[in-house]
């Protein structure tokens, strides 16, 4: 279903990473009354003025949140439907990690009468669910977008576990997923494909796993040197055999998924000046797909865009005129400034083109103008 229609509502689930351990929460959001950014005023007559202030009154944003009370920082939090309930799972500091269910949080945003009751009574609801069989913390995490309630999560000391839920509760296999030789940075199920989901690792390598094999057996393919450092983040194309990564030497790599055996990325960009931190492909549009990095720089990409030859002279005699624009990738469609200490960037499955940043410095709502 596509919102085209202004003014747009959205909610978020989001984490917080608090020096004190006791002081962190998850936080559900709702941001309403979305619209257009308003043109800069202009100096005209005192009536328009006040037409404006009220015209800006009227279209300006709303923001409400509530939150729940979590033991240690937040490494990674990610979302899921599962019965029609909207739940969370969170990847702790402290090396646990927890699920919760998300309803009361969202009733509380969308009924102040609620709200009130729950800030009055210092409502916090207690995990679903906990798993301490991790050594270490970790930031992996994802669930399976074909199996609902499924999970996967991969920790600092390289071991991967699949939880499974059962009608009560979730059942997480004691036996790790072992082929990563350290820690295991990101994890993305296939969205096709029921038992199979890739990884990547500070190791260098991404790679693809099927949990039908025993979990010493379930590695199938292995890119042993997918960059020349750490591999942070991974996405999977949905309705394409590819996936990209993003690591620490600054590099985007795309690679098909039937020739990962040959070790080489069928396409590989370099624009951003310090790590990736994240990566996603669009839901829809199979070419298109947004990045971030610790350079304070959000990406757009579409692999479809070529140009010919009368455009790479233009673009060549353009170049010289502005060193700023010398040797940036084709294919490089949009960049976002003005964030710092990005972390995460994401499509809105519902808004078309709408992009929604997290940082240090706060939440970023955007369109592109081609969106």
């Known amino acids: 279903m596509d919102r085209n229609q202004y003014p747009h509502t959205i909610f978020i689930v989001c984490g917080t990473q608090a020096e004190k351990s006791d002081r962190n929460s998850v936080m559900v959001v709702k941001m309403s009354n979305l619209t257009k950014t308003l043109k800069e005023k ?6 328009d003025d006040n037409d404006d202030d009220e015209e800006e009154e009227d279209t300006k944003p709303e923001f409400e949140s509530v939150s729940l009370k979590h033991i240690g920082g937040i490494n990674r939090i990610r979302s899921t439907v599962i019965n029609d309930r909207k739940i969370a799972a969170t990847w702790s500091d402290t090396g646990k990690v927890h699920i919760w269910d998300l309803s009361r949080l ?6 102040s009468s609620v ?3 729950y800030v009055r009574n210092q409502e916090s609801p207690k995990p679903l669910f906990t798993f301490n069989g991790h050594m270490n913390e970790g930031f992996a995490m ?9 999970l996967a999560t991969g920790d600092c000391s390289k071991n991967i576990h699949i939880w499974k839920p059962n009608e009560t509760e979730w059942v997480v296999d004691q036996r790790p997923y072992v082929g990563h030789t350290s820690s295991v940075e990101d994890i993305q199920w296939s969205p096709n494909e029921q038992s199979v989901f890739t990884s990547c690792s500070v190791d260098r390598s991404i790679r693809v796993w099927d949990i039908r094999a025993m979990p010493s057996k379930a ?7 997918a960059h020349t450092s750490d591999v942070n983040v991974v996405s999977w194309n949905k309705h394409e055999p590819f996936l990209i990564s993003g690591g620490d030497d600054g590099y985007i790599k795309v690679w098909d998924l039937r020739q990962l055996s040959k070790q080489t990325p069928v396409a590989s960009f370099k624009h951003h000046h310090s790590s990736i931190t994240s990566v996603q ?3 829809i549009d199979s070419s298109v797909f947004a990045a971030a990095g610790a350079d304070n720089q959000i990406t757009l990409w579409d692999l479809a865009v070529e140009k010919d030859d009368e455009e790479n002279k233009e673009q060549t005699a353009n170049n010289n005129k502005n060193n700023q624009l010398e040797n940036l990738p084709d294919q490089l469609l949009f960049i976002h400034m003005g964030q710092t200490d990005i972390k995460e960037v994401h499509w809105h499955r519902q808004i078309p083109g709408l992009l929604i940043s997290t940082a240090l410095s706060g939440f970023n709502i955007f369109k592109t103008i081609s969106a």
């Open 42 to 47: 202009t100096s005209e007559s005192d009536e």
């Open 106 to 111: 969202l009733h509380a945003v969308n009924d």
């Open 115 to 117: 709200m009130a009751t």
């Open 142 to 150: 994802d669930w399976s977008p074909t199996v609902p309630g499924m």
């Open 219 to 225: 590695c199938m393919l292995t890119e042993t040197d």
């Open 281 to 283: 492909w669009h839901h």
